[in-house]
């Protein structure tokens, strides 16, 4: 398992910069919708949404197209409702209904409403790597890295030192020590981007936003694979699992992070006439 693990990393590591670094805008958002319906496949399957195992991917893939169609500058003005609107509606989605979910105090058995949290969760996901990328490539890697060694932190700090569980009836390997070991872990990273970039060190406190989202989005993936009875949610990474099984801690902390980047552009463009009066 650890070898399979390690062999696709280092395949899919460089392809991955390749592509985020030298793949032009349109390119890199369609590369994203590629990812982004296989995990939307995933989702169906999973949650065993009938005859939509083909089609849910399928109607994922052409929304991100229709989104890719007004890409073009004479629709700038959509294209801002359309990137503000998505984010917020992930960030109202994790910030006060994933919380809810994940307390145990209800659970979804609507078919119609696990389809709509599959786009609440995907959709979102896929507009925070397309305008993070518009943005800066290297501050798309940078928010990346944040989560990965968050993840990484807690698997080995809770499997070193775990003690006190985080949530048992979701996740019993996750640890209270396995929170501790990504924050500090976190800490640390942001502190030398800080110091090798020449930034404010505030950015560590959004650092740990997103360390804390990254493990709300790897705790629903495993209260929905609890529920479906599966140990991944695909098989299509040798050692890894699915789609879903890497970028769960992406799809919360990417939307909230573009959410608030961009909001102060929507603001500006969408309301320019409202931003100037209340200056």
């Given at each position: 398992m650890?070898?399979a693990?390690v062999?696709?990393?280092?395949v899919?590591?460089?392809?991955?910069?390749?592509?985020?670094?030298?793949?032009p805008?349109?390119y890199w958002?369609?590369l994203?919708l590629?990812?982004?319906?296989?995990?939307?496949w995933?989702?169906?399957?999973?949650?065993?949404l009938?005859?939509?195992?083909w089609?849910y991917p399928?109607?994922?893939?052409?929304?991100?197209?229709?989104?890719?169609?007004?890409?073009?500058?004479?629709?700038?003005?959509?294209?801002?409702?359309?990137l503000?609107w998505?984010?917020?509606?992930?960030?109202?989605?994790?910030?006060?209904?994933v919380?809810?979910w994940l307390s145990g105090?209800?659970?979804?058995?609507n078919?119609?409403g696990?389809?709509i949290?599959?786009w609440?969760?995907l959709?979102p996901?896929w507009?925070?790597?397309?305008?993070?990328?518009?943005i800066q490539p290297?501050?798309?890697?940078?928010?990346m890295?944040?989560v990965w060694?968050?993840?990484s932190?807690?698997?080995f700090?809770?499997?070193r030192?775990?003690r006190h569980k985080?949530?048992?009836?979701?996740s019993?390997g996750k640890?209270w020590?396995g929170v501790l070991?990504?924050?500090?872990a976190?800490?640390v990273?942001?502190?030398i981007?800080?110091?090798?970039?020449?930034?404010?060190?505030?950015?560590i406190l959004?650092?740990?936003g997103?360390t804390v989202?990254s493990?709300m989005g790897d705790?629903?993936?495993?209260?929905?694979?609890?529920?479906a009875?599966?140990?991944d949610?695909?098989?299509?990474l040798?050692g890894?699992?699915?789609?879903l099984?890497?970028i769960?801690?992406?799809?919360?902390?990417?939307p909230?992070?573009a959410f608030?980047?961009y909001?102060p552009?929507?603001y500006h463009?969408?309301?320019?006439l409202?931003?100037?009066?209340?200056?």
């Amino acid at each position: 398992m650890l070898k399979a693990r390690v062999l696709t990393s280092l395949v899919l590591i460089p392809l991955f910069l390749a592509a985020l670094f030298y793949l032009p805008e349109v390119y890199w958002a369609l590369l994203m919708l590629v990812i982004i319906t296989i995990g939307a496949w995933e989702w169906a399957s999973m949650n065993r949404l009938g005859g939509g195992q083909w089609l849910y991917p399928a109607v994922t893939f052409a929304i991100g197209l229709l989104a890719v169609a007004v890409t073009d500058t004479s629709y700038v003005f959509i294209q801002q409702h359309l990137l503000f609107w998505g984010l917020l509606a992930s960030a109202i989605f994790w910030t006060f209904f994933v919380p809810i979910w994940l307390s145990g105090r209800f659970r979804i058995r609507n078919q119609v409403g696990v389809a709509i949290i599959g786009w609440v969760i995907l959709i979102p996901t896929w507009l925070a790597f397309v305008s993070l990328h518009r943005i800066q490539p290297g501050l798309l890697l940078a928010l990346m890295v944040a989560v990965w060694i968050a993840d990484s932190a807690a698997y080995f700090a809770g499997k070193r030192f775990g003690r006190h569980k985080l949530a048992p009836k979701i996740s019993p390997g996750k640890t209270w020590e396995g929170v501790l070991g990504a924050w500090l872990a976190v800490s640390v990273y942001g502190l030398i981007l800080c110091s090798t970039l020449g930034i404010t060190p505030w950015i560590i406190l959004g650092l740990w936003g997103i360390t804390v989202l990254s493990i709300m989005g790897d705790l629903l993936e495993s209260l929905v694979k609890r529920h479906a009875e599966v140990k991944d949610s695909g098989r299509l990474l040798p050692g890894h699992g699915g789609v879903l099984d890497r970028i769960d801690g992406l799809t919360s902390s990417l939307p909230l992070a573009a959410f608030f980047i961009y909001f102060p552009l929507y603001y500006h463009y969408a309301y320019p006439l409202w931003a100037s009066v209340s200056q």
